[in-house]
């Protein structure tokens, strides 16, 4: 680490942000203490001043979080890959919402890419509970629910193919309220 006197340039900053970052979403912030420690961060003129918003976070942090130019992301590998396509289909063994859920609160915690897939297909099948729900008060909407059901099953078959395939995949017409 360079001197504590020594002023810190916008890489030296941009590195501590993105390390708050990943604290807050890895849930070991929340988010008044994320927005105190960047705004301290962004304004930091010596290396003395970015000391204090990495303190409790400085050991974990760069073991868990390597910089950018250390190593290349990670591809994901075929366990993720399978366990990204569960969280697809696990919703046609008729658990709709719990499924995804399931699979975003346990291998979506040690796998960005697993967490990706989970939470895409948790937003979509909440939509189209919510579209169940709210369509049935509508003449239209008695008609359109079976095909919402139908256009979920088709995604959600697409959607795994697409986890397996090593792609992403964006379900339509969806409302993402998980992020």
Do not use: C
Not at 89 to 111: C, Q
């Amino acid at each position: 680490m360079p001197p504590t006197h020594l002023r810190v340039s916008d890489a030296d900053r941009d590195q501590v942000v993105e390390h708050v970052k990943a604290a807050y979403a890895e849930g070991r912030l929340d988010k008044d203490e994320m927005d105190l420690r960047l705004d301290h961060a962004m304004t930091a003129q010596t290396h003395a001043d970015l000391m204090p918003v990495m303190a409790d976070l400085h050991h974990r942090t760069l073991t868990a979080f390597p910089k950018p130019h250390d190593q290349p992301a990670r591809a994901a590998d075929g366990t993720d890959r399978v366990a990204g396509a569960a969280a697809h289909l696990i919703t046609l063994t008729g658990l709709f919402v719990v499924g995804p859920l399931i699979m975003l609160l346990t291998a979506g915690r040690t796998s960005p890419y697993v967490r990706r897939h989970a939470m895409e297909a948790l937003n979509f099948h909440l939509t189209v509970f919510g579209a169940t729900i709210l369509l049935p008060f509508t003449v239209v909407g008695i008609v359109l629910v079976p095909l919402f059901w139908v256009l979920g099953i088709v995604l959600s078959i697409v959607g795994g193919a697409s986890a397996l395939a090593d792609g992403d995949f964006r379900y339509p017409l969806t409302i993402r309220l998980i992020k």
